[in-house]
T-cell receptor
Framework: GNSVTQMEGPVTLSEEAFLTINCTYT??????LFWYVQYPGEGLQLLLK?????DKGSNKGFEATYRKETTSFHLEKGSVQVSDSAVYFC???????????FGTGTKLQVIP | GAVVSQHPSRVICKSGTSVKIECRSL??????MFWYRQFPKQSLMLMATSNEGSKATYEQGVEKDKFLINHASLTLSTLTVTSAHPEDSSFYIC???????????FGSGTQLSVL
């Protein structure tokens, strides 16, 4: 079956530091890959997505590239801000947006 | 954008009691709603899928008689944890599919603690 493995948190960074959150997956076929973000007290929101190999998803300064050869979808941001503090979930779907398999989530805390 | 409201955000109950969690789509009609559960240090796991007006489809290993799901309208789904026990303590989150592009929108989650 499908599975997603992401690095454990929490991750604590200083403002303007470089961020990488690793994510690897196991899936049959050609899944779509997602990063979701959950800010404190809010629901999960789709941050970015990629639907095929070598696609790069990007949003709000975050990027992730769909690497089929390494089955990875690592999240990166060049310069984090305090407002980026949240829990980040890597996820995949083999059948559209709906049936989604999630990773465990990685809590990011950015300190001024 | 589309909003899904879930409440309560946190509930503490005694063992043996039942707890109801509500999930509402506020500005769109949700044809499908999903319920997830997350234990500490584990992934969000899909528990069940419900379509308005029909019985929910439960994932393997999820007891349908224990986790009652009602999706009586296009804007409301409820999850009732019946006869809750400490092992049911978990983070429960709903999502709704609807609106444009049938994207997923998530509630903010409910932390259930059973004493």
């Amino acid at each position: 079956g499908n599975s997603v493995t992401q690095m454990e948190g929490p991750v604590t960074l200083s403002e303007e530091a470089f961020l990488t959150i690793n994510c690897t997956y196991t899936a049959t076929g050609y899944p779509s890959l997602f990063w979701y973000v959950q800010y404190p007290g809010e629901g999960l929101q789709l941050l970015l997505k990629a639907t095929k190999a070598d696609d790069k998803g990007s949003n709000k300064g975050f990027e992730a590239t769909y690497r089929k050869e390494t089955t990875s979808f690592h999240l990166e941001k060049g310069s984090v801000q305090v407002s980026d503090s949240a829990v980040y979930f890597c996820a995949l779907s083999s059948g559209g947006y709906q049936k989604v398999t999630f990773g465990t989530g990685t809590k990011l805390q950015v300190i001024p | 954008g589309a909003v899904v409201s879930q409440h309560p955000s946190r509930v503490i109950c005694k063992s043996g009691t039942s707890v109801k969690i509500e999930c509402r789509s506020l500005d769109f009609q949700a044809t499908t709603m999903f319920w997830y559960r997350q234990f500490p240090k584990q992934s969000l796991m899909l528990m069940a899928t419900s379509n308005e007006g029909s019985k929910a489809t439960y994932e393997q290993g999820v007891e349908k008689d224990k986790f009652l799901i009602n999706h009586a309208s296009l804007t409301l789904s409820t999850l009732t944890v019946t006869s809750a026990h400490p092992e049911d303590s978990s983070f429960y989150i709903c999502s709704a599919s609807g609106g444009t592009n049938e994207k997923l929108f998530f509630g903010s989650g409910t932390q259930l603690s059973v004493l």
